[in-house]
């Protein structure tokens, strides 16, 4: 059998599933860049379905007006590779879908779409716990190639899902 994913990113995921299925949580991914990655990982492992609730692909900006309920003036004012407009993912896919958790991706994978001010390789990942402070993190990967950003991405925001897993289940 051939592996989809590396065994770094499976422990991850793993590790990630782990926590949520002892704390009882359930989680929604709304994912940009890396289109589908995270949530195809994530059902990639057995028993899943406990806590992966659905998966949402926003491409385009207005799939994450439509989907997520970012507010389209937000993305006219900082652009869809934004800080504000991951935390907007996370937090609207989190008041829209039956979940305590969200996880966001959205950046510029390349090769092209880059600029001087968001360069290709500039992602935001943003985890949203249901009564914590939404996390944010920015990523700049540079212009390792697409594959190479994507799943840089999933791995960043998997890791980010788990600090705010972890710092949920300490209050």
Request: hydrophobic fraction near 45%.
């Amino acid at each position: 059998m051939t592996a989809l994913f590396t065994p770094d990113l499976v422990y991850e995921a793993e590790a990630l599933l782990s926590e949520l299925k002892r704390l009882g949580l359930r989680l929604v991914t709304v994912e940009s860049c890396t289109g589908g990655l995270i949530a195809g990982l994530l059902t990639e492992i057995p028993g899943a379905s406990a806590v992966v609730e659905r998966g949402l692909i926003t491409y385009s900006d207005e799939a994450k007006t439509e989907l997520a309920g970012v507010d389209a003036a937000l993305i006219r004012a900082h652009g869809a590779v934004s800080e504000e407009v991951a935390r907007a993912m996370a937090e609207g896919a989190l008041k829209r879908a039956p979940v305590d958790v969200a996880l966001a991706v959205t950046g510029i994978a390349g090769p092209d779409g880059g600029s001087p001010a968001k360069p290709v390789g500039l992602v935001y990942v943003a985890a949203a716990r249901k009564g914590s402070p939404t996390l944010v993190r920015e990523c700049r990967f540079g212009g390792i190639g697409r594959t190479p950003i994507r799943l840089a991405s999933v791995k960043a925001a998997l890791s980010l899902a788990r600090q705010a897993v972890s710092a949920a289940g300490r209050h």
